[in-house]
């Protein structure tokens, strides 16, 4: 289970709504996987579990049809999507329930319940008994990265790139549902169950990061053409980076290199496919080439400490972070670049 949906079960308990019913209109919605997936629609845009959904007067920009998440912005201060405001919108989503129950939610309908479903209207519940994220001033929580996460193994044979850009996701504090991403993956053309990734140099992969993911500060780009010296001084060190061989037909995430015995330490969503486990030698490389990269990072990780030398190795700990750091600020500075006409 999800701190999502734990916290939901909870706050629904407390409401006298069967918390079973509150996750099964989340899930209709937004799901209980991760703090604010967007759904977006010609009236506006929605985000959080429940979708709290903006647009109209003061969100022209994102539609013109007003909802919830426009009262919730009034009310909290919480601006559309803001990931650290998942608690809130939870809270202020299963009060409205409470009070007029899920007419409200499109995809409690599809899930085949109905308006007061599981909503005990007997029950008092008082909504200023509680006190909330943005009384207390909540800050919010930096990225960072986690290089142990658990491999994400694939489920198909052409979803190893989505499988390990869910790897790369997840080490970085973003929990994307493994149904979700490989079906938006394959609508927006990024792979195809037929070829799988559809761009080998990776140009797509990292588009779509920045699609998905740009509204929340991620970054990414890539290299069509690597060496293995270069992803052993760039690979996983301060940020996760994705390579994939074309006579390998396969991809990977990074997570390291291992100086001392001259492997790349991976999280391979196919363990031993070609004969590569979770490590890479410079043979294995050099044959299942050639390579290319995407890198995947966040602006919070700029001010990351780097990890103490591990001697020999082919590029310095602090010559890797001024590398990365260098990408980071020329990809944030292009952000800021007018369009060409």
Same mark, same amino acid.
């Given at each position: ?6 916290? +939901?079960? /909870? #706050? $629904?308990?407390? @409401?006298?709504?069967?918390? *079973?019913? &509150?996750?099964? !209109? %989340? ?96 029950? +008092?519940? /008082? #909504? $200023?008994?509680? @006190?909330?994220?943005?009384? *207390?001033? &909540?800050?919010? !929580? %930096? ?199």
């Amino acid at each position: 289970m999800t701190e999502y949906e734990a916290f +939901i079960r /909870d #706050a $629904a308990r407390k @409401r006298s709504i069967d918390p *079973d019913i &509150a996750v099964r !209109v %989340a899930n209709s919605e937004g799901s209980v996987t991760e703090p604010a997936r967007r759904g977006t629609f010609t009236t506006g845009s929605s985000w959080w579990a429940f979708q709290l959904h903006y647009g109209g007067a003061g969100y022209e920009f994102l539609g013109n049809v007003a909802g919830m998440g426009n009262g919730f912005t009034t009310l909290t201060g919480w601006q559309p999507g803001d990931p650290n405001a998942w608690r809130d919108a939870a809270r202020y989503a299963l009060n409205r329930a409470k009070a007029s129950g899920w007419s409200a939610w499109y995809g409690a309908a599809h899930a085949g319940i109905g308006r007061w479903d599981g909503i005990d209207r007997t029950a +008092i519940w /008082d #909504a $200023a008994s509680e @006190r909330w994220d943005y009384e *207390d001033g &909540a800050k919010p !929580v %930096a990225v960072t990265y986690n290089k142990l996460e658990p491999v994400h193994p694939q489920e198909h044979s052409y979803d190893c790139s989505q499988d390990s850009l869910e790897w790369a996701m997840w080490a970085l504090g973003r929990k994307p549902a493994d149904g979700w991403m490989e079906a938006t993956m394959i609508a927006e053309k990024v792979m195809s169950p037929e070829l799988g990734l559809l761009d080998a140099t990776g140009a797509g992969l990292a588009a779509f990061v920045v699609r998905q993911y740009g509204e929340f500060g991620f970054l990414s780009n890539n290299e069509p053409l690597i060496s293995f010296d270069w992803i052993a001084a760039e690979g996983g060190h301060a940020y996760p980076v994705l390579m994939g061989g074309r006579a390998w037909g396969h991809w990977t995430a990074v997570r390291d290199y291992d100086a001392a015995r001259d492997l790349l330490l991976l999280a391979n969503p196919a363990d031993g496919w070609k004969g590569v486990g979770q490590t890479m030698s410079r043979d294995q490389f050099q044959a299942l080439g050639p390579f290319s990269a995407v890198r995947v990072w966040h602006p919070d990780l700029l001010a990351a400490d780097p990890p103490p030398p591990v001697p020999p190795t082919p590029v310095p700990q602090d010559t890797r972070l001024a590398r990365a750091r260098e990408y980071m600020l020329k990809a944030m500075a292009a952000l800021d670049e007018p369009s060409p006409s």
